[in-house]
């Protein structure tokens, strides 16, 4: 069964609002790590957050992790219709392997 | 390479045919990774490929599904008997083993069977 779960599973908001993002997993990570895919193709990263760190932030990207809950959100501020995609999590576990298990995704909307 | 690739970009074929999928990863990256993706639903993890290490195939359908990767780079994804239900965008992606701080996905392969 895959590691991640995510939601909401579709969000829809204006350009200029925040959007956020949740992933919930099941066992112990090594890190986790938020992708986008626009179009139903190649996934592209965007920032990885390790075990041992709460909160990261690349550019109007805000990552945090809670392992307690093992639960993960990313928030994007200021979003822009750029921003329309699919967003999903992905764990990389710690039992010696480095497969990835990826989350059910959400898809974003902006509307202009 | 530049970055993943994969081959065909689309495939079309018939129920009961068998089809070849490829994939070409990023120089130097250890490991090779192949998942599935139904249409508006999340990446299903199908195989991984780490190193000279036997490949972890737990995330195989059934038998009519096989991988191998060659000189420890390409990798081809092979489905035989293939049935309407193995229709789906198929995603390679390949990492630095020793990372595993970020997968790089190739534009991936879709597979129609009619």
């Known amino acids: 069964s895959q590691q991640g779960e995510e939601d909401p599973q579709a969000l829809s908001i204006q350009e200029g609002e925040n959007a956020t993002m949740n992933c919930s997993y099941k066992t112990s990570i090594n890190n986790l790590q938020w992708y986008r895919q626009n179009s139903g193709r190649g996934l592209v990263h965007l920032i990885l957050?390790?075990?041992?760190?709460r909160e990261k932030h690349s550019g109007r990207l805000r990552v945090t992790l809670d392992t307690s809950k093992k639960s993960s959100s990313l928030l994007i501020t200021a979003s822009r219709a750029a921003d329309t995609a699919s967003y999903f999590c992905?764990?990389?576990?710690?039992?010696?392997?480095?497969?990835?298990?990826f989350g059910t995704g959400t898809r974003l909307k902006v509307l202009a | 390479g530049a970055g993943v690739s994969q081959s065909p970009s689309n495939k079309v074929t018939e129920k009961g045919k068998d089809v070849e999928l490829r994939c070409d990863p990023i120089?130097?990256?250890?490991?090779l990774y192949w998942y599935r993706q139904s249409l508006g639903q999340g990446l299903e993890f199908l195989i991984y490929?780490?190193?000279?290490?036997?490949?972890?195939k737990s995330g195989l359908p059934s038998d009519r599904f096989s991988a191998e990767r060659t000189g420890g780079s390409v990798s081809t994804l092979t489905i035989q008997r293939t049935q309407q239900e193995d229709s789906a965008v198929y995603l390679c992606?390949?990492?630095?083993?020793?990372?595993?701080?970020?997968?790089?996905f190739g534009q991936g392969t879709r597979l129609t069977v009619v």
């Open positions: 992905a764990t990389v576990l710690t039992s010696g392997t480095y497969k990835y298990i």
């Open positions: 992606a390949s990492s630095l083993e020793v990372s595993a701080t970020e997968a790089f």
């Open positions: 957050i390790r075990s041992n760190e």
């Open positions: 490929f780490q190193g000279n290490s036997a490949p972890d």
């Open positions: 120089s130097g990256h250890t490991a």
